[in-house]
């Protein structure tokens, strides 16, 4: 079974930044793309970012481009999310999620590809 953990949420004023952090158990972490949600109350799971298995490709929402970045360390088995010019309208649960194995990367901004999901991390920003 894997387990994700998300850390690194709190509270923060607009224009900050924090770094979320996603650490993975098990032995195969650099098998796999990853990728970060969030979900804000009353809307839909929506995708924020993925990264390919050896972090060389990442894909974004066009909402966080520019401000967010993703990246992974495969020695570590932890995917990061950095979160730069935060806006309250960021406020959300963040979660990082493993997809199902076999998922072609096109498909990682669909929640539906994936398999396993962290528990989350309250992101909140202050206006």
């Known amino acids: 079974q894997v387990q994700l953990v998300e850390s690194g949420g709190g509270l923060v004023q607009t224009g900050g930044s924090l770094r979320l952090s996603c650490a993975s158990s098990?032995?195969?972490?650099?098998?796999?793309?990853m990728g970060w949600f969030r979900q804000a109350p009353g809307k839909e799971r929506e995708f924020v970012a993925a990264v390919s298995q050896s972090g060389s490709t990442t894909s974004y929402a066009d909402f966080v481009k520019g401000r967010f970045t993703i990246s992974r360390d495969n020695a570590r088995n932890t995917v990061y999310l950095q979160m730069n010019s935060l806006k309250p309208e960021d406020t959300a649960v963040y979660y990082c999620?493993?997809?199902?194995?076999?998922?072609?990367?096109?498909?990682?901004?669909?929640?539906?590809?994936?398999?396993?999901w962290g528990q989350g991390t309250q992101v909140t920003v202050s206006s």
């Open positions: 098990g032995r195969t972490f650099s098998n796999y793309a």
């Open positions: 999620a493993r997809p199902v194995v076999g998922s072609p990367y096109t498909a990682l901004a669909d929640r539906r590809s994936y398999a396993y």
